[in-house]
């Protein structure tokens, strides 16, 4: 086994190898404007790093998000891209999840990342490996009660401290844990998501509406 796996839903921009025991071989750089232009670089360097070339690969995993249209979208376009030309099967992993499995807390917590518009995605965890609810995207002060006491991970847990003030690091997801969560996953016979976005809102960018439409005379 040697999965490849990557994340650009988060201004991280993160790549791993596992070779079915271990990582070895990941790259992380913090860029939200730059996603589509440090992907490929990060992916040729980790293989180098390993000595490997990108034909050795047997899978793809890919960060589902949630995560803003334009960042998420460059990771699982790379990803179907280099599923479909290696003929390899894709995986999709939650941000969330992986940004869980990278924390390693025992008991209740919360991950959360930041959403812009000052909201933030955010998911319950029962422990490390186990979520208890459904990606959402939300304002901090409306989810202040239910996650109120519980220790938080992730940038939106950092950004807001009146509603997580048991926030702590890691702030971004790496693609070293969400390799090692997938690779326990896929050895434990589950079946992983398909690697399809998770945007839970629309994109910023959208057509006008009632515009003036001018035609020719």
């Known amino acids: 086994m040697l999965l490849l796996a990557l994340d650009t839903a988060t201004p991280a921009v993160t790549v791993a190898l596992h070779d079915g025991h271990d990582v070895i071989a990941s790259s992380s750089q913090v860029d939200a404007r730059r996603h589509g232009e440090l992907l490929l670089p990060a992916i040729d360097r980790v293989l180098a ?28 376009m790379t990803a179907d891209t280099f599923g479909l030309a290696l003929g390899v099967p894709v995986h999709g992993v939650c941000t969330l999840d992986g940004l869980a499995y990278a924390a390693d807390l025992e008991g209740p917590f919360v991950v959360a990342t930041d959403a812009r518009r000052k909201e933030v995605y955010w998911a319950r965890y029962a422990d490390s490996r186990t979520r208890l609810t459904d990606p959402a995207v939300d304002r901090p002060a409306d989810i202040a009660g239910q996650v109120a ?17 048991k926030a702590h690091e890691p702030e971004h997801v790496s693609a070293a844990a969400l390799a090692r969560l997938a690779a326990e996953r896929l050895a434990a016979g589950e079946e992983l998501p398909a690697p399809r976005p998770l945007y839970l809102r629309r994109p910023d960018a959208q057509v006008p509406k009632n515009y003036k439409v001018v035609t020719p005379k």
Do not use: K, N
């Not at 047997?58 to 960042?71: E, F």
């Not at 006491?149 to 003030?165: E, H, I, M, R």
């Open 149 to 165: 006491g519980l220790p938080a991970v992730g940038a939106g847990a950092l950004l807001y401290p009146d509603t997580f003030p």
């Open 49 to 76: 790093e390993a000595g490997l070339r990108l034909d050795a690969v047997t899978g793809i995993v890919a960060g589902i998000g949630p995560g803003p249209y334009t960042g998420l979208r460059v990771g699982l």
